[in-house]
T-cell receptor
Framework: SAVISQKPSRDICQRGTSLTIQCQVD?????MFWYRQQPGQSLTLIAT?????????ESGFVIDKFPISRPNLTFSTLTVSNMSPEDSSIYLC????????????FGPGTRLTVL | AQTVTQSQPEMSVQEAETVTLSCTYD???????LFWYKQPPSRQMILVIR??????QNATENRFSVNFQKAAKSFSLKISDSQLGDAAMYFC?????????????FGQGTRLTINP
C-alpha cells in the first residue's frame, strides 16, 4: 500500500485563523479523501479531492470553510478556515487507487486544537 | 442512506483469549465492501480486514477473522490469541460497490482493552 504522510502532525491555533494541512503520497493515486474525526467520535468524510477539478463536498461541508487543493496525483491540501473551537478534531487524509479501488489507506492524521 | 452500528462502546479481554466485536449495517444494495479498521492511540487508521459482499467465504488475516452474515446484515470481527498490541479503537466501515462511490461510512467504534 502507499505510504502517506501529513503535515503538521498537530497544531494549536487561535480562533479566527486558518490552518492548511498537507497530505503527501509516495506514489500516484487516483482518489484522495479528507475525513474529520471529532473528539471521541467516528470518522466523517469531508470531501473527495479531485485532481484538476474542484473537490466534491459531502453534505454539511462547504468549500468556503474547507477549501481543498489537488495539484497532482500525489499531493493534496485541506485548509480549515476561520477556525472556532468546534473545529478541534483529527483530520485524516486517505487514498485509493484505480476506478474500483476497494480499500482506502489512511495517513497518520493531524490533531488540531483551536483555542 | 447506509448506516453502520457498533453496539459495544467498550470491550475487554484477557491476553491470549478470543474476543468478538459486533457490527451491523443497513443497506438496500446487494453488492458492497465491508472493512474493519484499527485506531491505536497513535491515531493512525490501520486496515485490519476486508470482505466483499459477493463472496460467501469469510475473510481471514492471521489472528483476525470475520463472521459475515449477509442476510442478517452482520459483520463481526473475531480476534484470536489477543495480544497487548491489539488494544485500540476498532471501527467497522461500509463502502458501496459502485465506480466513483468511494465514501466510507463508519460505525461509532468499539474500544478494546487487553488485560495482561
Amino acid at each position: 500500500s502507499a505510504v502517506i504522510s501529513q503535515k503538521p502532525s498537530r497544531d494549536i491555533c487561535q480562533r479566527g485563523t486558518s490552518l492548511t494541512i498537507q497530505c503527501q503520497v509516495d506514489s500516484q493515486v487516483t482518489m484522495m479523501f479528507w475525513y474529520r474525526q471529532q473528539p471521541g467520535q467516528s470518522l466523517t468524510l469531508i470531501a473527495t479531492a479531485n485532481q484538476g477539478s474542484e473537490a466534491t463536498y459531502e453534505s454539511g461541508f462547504v468549500i468556503d470553510k474547507f477549501p481543498i487543493s489537488r495539484p497532482n496525483l500525489t499531493f493534496s491540501t485541506l485548509t480549515v478556515s476561520n477556525m472556532s473551537p468546534e473545529d478541534s478534531s483529527i483530520y485524516l487524509c486517505s487514498v485509493g487507487q484505480g476506478a474500483f479501488t476497494d480499500t482506502q489507506y489512511f495517513g497518520p492524521g493531524t490533531r488540531l486544537t483551536v483555542l | 442512506a447506509q448506516t453502520v452500528t457498533q453496539s459495544q462502546p467498550e470491550m475487554s479481554v484477557q491476553e491470549a483469549e478470543t474476543v468478538t466485536l459486533s457490527c451491523t449495517y443497513d443497506t438496500s444494495e446487494s453488492d458492497y465492501y465491508l472493512f474493519w479498521y484499527k485506531q491505536p492511540p497513535s491515531r493512525q487508521m490501520i486496515l485490519v480486514i476486508r470482505q466483499e459482499a459477493y463472496k460467501q467465504q469469510n475473510a481471514t488475516e492471521n489472528r483476525f477473522s470475520v463472521n459475515f452474515q449477509k442476510a442478517a446484515k452482520s459483520f463481526s470481527l473475531k480476534i484470536s490469541d489477543s495480544q497487548l498490541g491489539d488494544a485500540a479503537m476498532y471501527f467497522c466501515a461500509y463502502r458501496r460497490l459502485i465506480q466513483g462511490a468511494q465514501k466510507l461510512v463508519f460505525g461509532q467504534g468499539t474500544r478494546l482493552t487487553i488485560n495482561p
